[in-house]
């Protein structure tokens, strides 16, 4: 009995990490090595215009319809011509019989009603022009 030695308490529950660690350190390299980053643009159709299909560069772009939203009701603008809403409508369906790809700019004074904005782009969806842009208004758009 007194040849043995005791083991003391802190040797029975040893762990050791190195083992754990090198396998750690094999799953890292594996998978940075097998990593592939997928191709985003592959699954987009995308079509671009070949050179015969692309406007040439001296083309002049479409014109541009400038509608300003004043403040105060019914108040319009036109290209800087103030107008009322029934010329309005009249003149956004006359300048859509000669193209509706024209661009039209809706100008908006922050002191307009919002309905008088509405009934602008109501108007343009009504003759036909689609591409719109609103902006908020300058000091003096007219």
Excluded: W
């Excluded at 108040?75 to 193209?99: G, H, M, P």
Aim: glycine share 4%; charged share 25%.
């Amino acid at each position: 009995m007194y040849g043995r030695k005791r083991r003391s308490r802190d040797d029975d529950g040893e762990l050791s990490l190195t083992p754990m660690i090198d396998v750690v350190f094999q799953l890292l390299i594996y998978f940075l090595v097998t990593f592939s980053e997928p191709e985003r643009l592959a699954g987009l159709a995308v079509s671009r215009k070949t050179k015969a299909e692309a406007p040439p560069p001296h083309a002049s772009a479409a014109p541009v319809i400038r509608v300003a939203v004043l403040s105060g009701d019914g108040r319009f603008a036109i290209n800087r011509r103030e107008v009322d809403e029934a010329s309005l409508k009249t003149i956004l369906a006359s300048l859509a019989r000669c193209s509706t790809n024209q661009r039209v700019h809706v100008e908006s004074d922050p002191r307009a009603p919002h309905r008088a904005l509405v009934s602008v782009l109501d108007h343009c969806a009504a003759c036909g022009l689609r591409k719109l842009a609103v902006v908020r208004s300058r000091q003096n758009p007219h």
